[in-house]
Nanobody, 125 residues
Framework: VQLQAFGGGLVQAGGYLRLSCVAS????????IGWFRQAPGKEREFVAA????????RYADSVKGRSAISKENAKNTVYLQMNSLKPEDTAVYYC???????????????????WGQGTQVTVSS
């Protein structure tokens, strides 16, 4: 299974980005997909996740109300729309796949088995 995350970039505070995560290889899916981020000098943290069925998306409090996660099974793609971006959103964003089709997607990085290479998001003030 390979995951590719893209869509990051440099944006001004208040702007928006849409990140994409494409699964390929033996990902016959659908699977639970999570987004995590890691800022310099900080630990990796949960951002959002969506279950294999698309139900009950979960968000970190820091992005709730500003972000939306969605999926397009036919394209093996999960999107993370991020609006009203803040400088503290600056980080490398990773998508990850959970081989276990949990009814509720996990917020724990250790539950995810495959990781993409990450895409840089930089928000200027």
């Amino acid at each position: 299974v390979q995951l590719q995350a893209f869509g990051g970039g440099l944006v001004q505070a208040g702007g928006y980005l849409r990140l994409s995560c494409v699964a390929s290889g033996r990902a016959t899916g659908p699977y639970n997909i999570g987004w995590f981020r890691q800022a310099p000098g900080k630990e990796r943290e949960f951002v959002a996740a969506i279950s294999w069925s698309g139900r009950g998306p979960r968000y970190a409090d820091s992005v709730k109300g500003r972000s939306a996660i969605s999926k397009e099974n036919a394209k093996n793609t999960v999107y993370l729309q991020m609006n009203s971006l803040k400088p503290e959103d600056t980080a490398v964003y990773y998508c990850a796949l959970d081989r276990i089709r949990r009814a509720i997607s996990s917020t724990r990085a250790t539950d995810y088995d495959y990781w993409g290479q990450g895409t840089q998001v930089t928000v200027s003030s």
